[in-house]
């Protein structure tokens, strides 16, 4: 393993990890003497408008994958208007190669907890809920357990610290399925529905759960919002860079030597990243990469300097996503990974609307057929084509999430598709895999 370098070491920045690696933190009396429910207390001195306010000058940007900026979004939420008003945070956290939220959730719950009481605060909201994916039953757990406490300890409920504010706070447990972290099947599934995309607009914002005003954000966004309390808009925008502000959790996965979460200003480019994880693991030379999970269009060595912020990884020709990155070695072949994206995304795929569900199968397919040595050069052509029609034409982001990594190792590694047609790479599936594709 290889050690970073002094220089390197100094870009972590621990503000949402920082509890992590301390014991019982996720009990409420460790957090409280680590600076917990402090910045609660300051918040609830504050007029709401001006909390929205401190939010937007902070230059926080959701850390769900999109990277809408967080005190605009608060902004929209109509004032006086006579209706309840949501916040509902989105802890489906499923994009594969993601690994940020749970681990906050599971050490250090009581962040979330506290940041959803601040947002509440913010935006007039008395019920607020989190929607944490079914299969995560220790953080949800851990998450449930935090909610009590925050009731014993008056942080919820009736007139919290004699304030006048109250608020409830629901952990709801999804059932496992991928389309429910987005928003709106999210949602619906909340109201007991299957969980399908909407059409937007109107955005949650205006009408969103129970055709209310809501706010969706993601774990790692309200989790941020103590610290900029605390801290200062101008403090939080000192790490990071000018349009992409504040710490980043990255997650960081495949051929290094240290996977794990690595917690640094925006803009740490993965040279750095990787150096921090102690290098790529002995014999592996970096291959191919995604910034921000399966549904970003993967990058290659070449783009190693690329700055990992909303405008650099752009600049690259990609989408800094939930900054998952994947990190994929010449031992690895990019036509098999998009394989197991793709047969993820077809089973994931809610079948609402025909270039997805459609699209999907005969990709997964097409797949199929060129691993198990049977693939053609129109192949490749039906590929390009059946990409083609669902990027833009789905009626949510799953659908161009799932046509992305084709068209980008399609675009990158057209050679390691031609191996496999032309018989230089051995076949990696059986004939048997062809059986009801
Ligand atoms: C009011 C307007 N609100 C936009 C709100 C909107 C949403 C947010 C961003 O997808 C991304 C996607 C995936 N009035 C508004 C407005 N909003 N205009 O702003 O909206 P949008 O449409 O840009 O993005 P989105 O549909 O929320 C999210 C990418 O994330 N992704 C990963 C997802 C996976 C996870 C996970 O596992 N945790 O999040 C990966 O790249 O491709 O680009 O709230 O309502 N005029
Ligand atoms: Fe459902 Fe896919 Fe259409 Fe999204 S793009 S609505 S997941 S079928």
Not at 240 to 259: D, F, Q, V
Request: charged letters at 20%; one cysteine or more.
């Amino acid at each position: 393993m290889t050690q970073p370098r002094p220089e390197v070491l100094q870009k972590l920045t621990p503000v949402l990890t920082k509890r992590w690696l301390s014991p019982d933190a996720w009990r409420i009396g460790v957090y409280e003497r680590l600076d917990g429910y402090l910045a609660l207390r300051k918040a609830l001195d504050v007029h709401p408008d001006d909390l929205i306010q401190l939010v937007k000058d902070s230059g926080l940007r959701g850390r769900g994958g999109a990277g809408f900026p967080t005190g605009l979004k608060w902004g929209f939420i109509p004032q006086g208007d006579g209706k309840p008003h949501y916040l509902v945070i989105n802890a489906d956290e499923g994009e594969p190669g993601t690994c940020k939220d749970l681990p906050l959730m599971t050490y250090d719950p009581h962040s979330l907890v506290e940041g959803a009481i601040i947002a509440s605060y913010a935006i007039r909201a008395n019920r607020a809920y989190i929607y944490i994916r079914g299969e995560a039953v220790h953080a949800a757990r851990r998450l449930r357990n935090a909610v009590q406490e925050a009731y014993a300890k008056g942080y919820l409920g009736k007139n919290i610290l004699g304030s006048g504010f109250d608020l409830d706070l629901v952990v709801h447990s999804g059932a496992g399925a991928y389309i429910c972290g987005e928003e709106t099947a999210l949602l619906d599934s909340l109201e007991g529905f299957r969980g399908q995309p909407r059409l937007r607009p109107p955005f949650p914002a205006i009408a969103g759960l129970y055709a209310s005003p809501t706010v969706v954000n993601n774990v790692g966004t309200i989790a941020s919002v103590p610290y900029i309390v605390l801290g200062g808009a101008d403090w939080w925008k000192s790490m990071g860079t000018e349009k992409s502000a504040g710490p980043m959790i990255y997650s960081l996965s495949g051929r290094i030597t240290n996977p794990g979460q690595y917690e640094c200003g925006l803009g740490i480019t993965l040279r750095e990243l990787i150096e921090l994880a102690g290098g790529m693991k002995p014999g592996h030379n970096l291959k191919f990469w995604t910034p921000g999970g399966s549904s970003t269009p993967i990058l290659t060595a070449e783009h190693i300097d690329t700055p990992m912020d909303f405008e650099g990884v752009s600049a690259a020709g990609s989408i800094l996503g939930t900054t998952a990155m994947q990190i994929f070695s010449d031992q690895d072949c990019p036509v098999y990974n998009t394989w197991r994206w793709l047969e993820f995304y077809h089973h994931e795929s809610c079948g609402k609307c025909t270039p997805c569900r459609e699209g999907n199968y005969w990709m997964v397919r097409t797949y199929r057929r060129i691993l198990a040595g049977q693939g053609t050069y129109k192949d490749l052509d039906t590929l390009q084509d059946t990409a083609d029609n669902i990027f833009g034409r789905s009626f949510c982001g799953l659908g161009d999430g799932a046509a992305t990594p084709v068209v980008s190792t399609l675009k990158w590694f057209r050679q390691d598709y031609l191996d496999y047609i032309e018989g230089r790479t051995a076949p990696r599936l059986s004939e048997k895999s062809l059986v009801g594709a």
